[in-house]
T-cell receptor
C-alpha cells in the first residue's frame, strides 16, 4: 500500500522555540494533506487541511499563526509549531489523500513532540 | 489539552473470541465510513470501509455493519488474536474531511 512518512518521529524542544515536522507521500501524489493532533487517550482532532499551492484551511480554534503549514509540492507538507509551549506537547499525525483515488487517505506514523 | 481522568472505553476478550466494537456517528449526511486500528505510538492503520449505500461489508476476519437509521457503526473481529490489541477508531466523512470517533481499546488475553 501507499506510504506516508513523517520526520522527525519524535522531538524534544525548549519552550519558545519553533519545531518543523515534515510529511511526505512516498509513492503517490497528494494535492491534499491533513494534520491531526492527538493527546493521550484521546481521539485524533483535525487541525488543518493542507492544499498544494494554496493556503491551508484551519479548523475552528486552531491558530494559523502558531501552526504554520506549507504544502509546496505534491509530496511534501510541513507543519511548523512556532513559539512552542508545554501545552503544545502532543502526537502530531499527518495524512495524505491520493490525487488519483480521492477517497483513499493514508496516515503517517506520527511525530511525538515534547516541549520542556 | 489533555483532560484529567479521561479514559478510553475498553473491551477485554479472550484469544479466539469474536469481538464487537461499536461506534455512534453524528452526521446523517456522512456518506463514507472507515475503521482504523491504532497501536501505541503509531499512526492509524486502515482496516475496512463502507459506503452509506451499503449496510454490511466483509473483509478478512473483519465485518463492518452500518445502521443509518440509528447512526450506528460496528466492527466485528472474528477469532480475535493478541495482535489485534489496539485502539480502534471509527471515522465518518461528511463533506470532505474525516471526523474520528472517541475510540475503543481492545485488549486480547492469550
Amino acid at each position: 500500500g501507499a506510504v506516508v512518512s513523517q520526520h522527525p518521529s519524535w522531538v524534544i524542544c525548549k519552550s519558545g522555540t519553533s519545531v518543523k515536522i515534515e510529511c511526505r507521500s512516498l509513492d503517490f501524489q497528494a494535492t491534499t494533506m491533513f494534520w491531526y493532533r492527538q493527546f493521550p487517550k484521546q481521539s485524533l482532532m483535525l487541525m488543518a487541511t493542507s492544499n498544494e499551492g494554496s493556503k491551508a484551511t484551519y479548523e475552528q480554534g486552531v491558530e494559523k499563526d502558531k501552526f504554520l503549514i506549507n504544502h509546496a509540492s505534491l509530496t511534501l507538507s510541513t507543519l511548523t509549531v512556532t513559539s512552542a509551549h508545554p501545552e503544545d506537547s502532543s502526537f502530531y499525525i499527518c495524512s495524505a489523500r491520493d490525487s488519483l483515488a480521492q477517497e483513499t487517505q493514508y496516515f503517517g506514523p506520527g511525530t511525538r513532540l515534547l516541549v520542556l | 489539552g489533555e483532560s484529567v481522568g479521561l479514559h478510553l472505553p475498553t473491551l477485554s476478550v479472550q484469544e479466539g473470541d469474536n469481538s464487537i466494537i461499536n461506534c455512534a456517528y453524528s452526521n446523517s449526511a456522512s456518506d463514507y465510513f472507515i475503521w482504523y486500528k491504532q497501536e501505541s505510538g503509531k499512526g492509524p492503520q486502515f482496516i475496512i470501509d463502507i459506503r452509506s449505500n451499503m449496510d454490511k461489508r466483509q473483509g478478512q476476519r473483519v465485518t463492518v455493519l452500518l445502521n443509518k437509521t440509528v447512526k450506528h457503526l460496528s466492527l466485528q473481529i472474528a477469532a480475535t488474536q493478541p495482535g489485534d490489541s489496539a485502539v480502534y477508531f471509527c471515522a465518518e466523512r461528511g463533506y470532505s474531511t474525516l471526523t474520528f470517533g472517541k475510540g475503543t481499546m481492545l485488549l486480547v488475553s492469550p
